[in-house]
DNA sequence: TCGGTCATGTAATTTGTTACATGATTTA
DNA sequence: TAAATCATGTAACAAATTACATGACCGA
């Protein structure tokens, strides 16, 4: 069984949960995500369902009765057994290590700046990072709604969001320090 | 000035801190990184490096006395206002909510499972991230050794890697409660 | 002298992006 | 009835991955 990429396991995960869906559908959830680190753009969505109903992992229907011709996805056995050790890869180390962060990328380059900028950049990053702890924090579903997955998972993005503002504040203080 | 990507930036703010150096060195330095976000191989990062010299953001020359035909990779001050501009970008939210997280987007489709696979699921991926801890702690410098912005950078990586680790022992613990 | 690391690159392929194109249905 | 949203897709392009290929230098 080879191996699915990061983003066909999260397109299969959706499809699960929303089965049976459209395509669209499906981008409207990715696109609902704080995270913009995909575009869920057709382009990638549409060629994506494609090659995993090659792969045998979902199968499409389009309603006969339907006039607009709506493509219908499900998740084949196959591909719920896909779909499941998939999520089991958590416990490799080389996908726990599978972590990115652009503002904490950016943060690693502050010597290229002058004292002021790096203060403005402190400043600005922290801004810009409370801003996203808020999107995260409403993205988190009320308790007793939604699935237990998507409230944990929502939560886990909140506490990193929290982190990251408690780390921006420490370094805007590191600057501070130094004048 | 056309924006630079992700991973441009990345490069040109590693050859900016090491100049003049090999493409080589550029690679060490990223394979290093307790992420593996990138895979920073030979195939990335040689032809990256020609697309920011075609840009004039950076300047190579070969020594002639180096038999070796060593190409030393320098930031032309067009590159030096491009990585801060690069870096400045971090106010902008569209760059903040660039995160990603393996383990947690996994999480997300966690009723994917039966109850024994789920409680499966978060040991392992608490194994898994305390593990990523503890390299992301050894990944941050002593003081007074390395530049701030490396130190600083490091230290939101290990905060992050916490913040993680805490999630998961809940999650563990509210798969717990429910038996 | 042998293996490891330093060092540079290319080729084929995969994957994802932006932009374009079309049309049905719903809602104000 | 007009605008927004639902819905599907393609085309051109950009970027990154894996795998391959080569050779110099250094230390045991």
Known sequence: MAAITEL????LGIVDSLQPCTAYAVRKQLLASPSTHWSA???????L????????????RVDPADRR???LTSVTRKGRAALRSWIMQAGDPQVAARVFDALRTRAFFL???????????????????EAFLSVAGDYVPPPEEGDIGWRLG????MY???ARVRWLREVLASLDDED
Request: hydrophobic content about 40%; charged content about 25%; overall charge negative.
């Open 160 to 162: 990193a969001a929290e």
């Open 8 to 11: 066909e396991g999260v397109v």
């Open 49 to 60: 369902l494609s090659r995993l109903e090659e792969m045998g992992l979902v199968s499409t």
């Open 69 to 71: 011709g709506r493509r």
């Open 154 to 157: 929502a939560l886990g993005g």
């Open 111 to 129: 010597d290229a700046l002058d004292p002021g900028e790096q203060k403005r950049f402190a400043e600005a990053a922290l801004e810009a990072a």
């Open 41 to 47: 753009s057709a382009g990638s969505i549409y060629p």
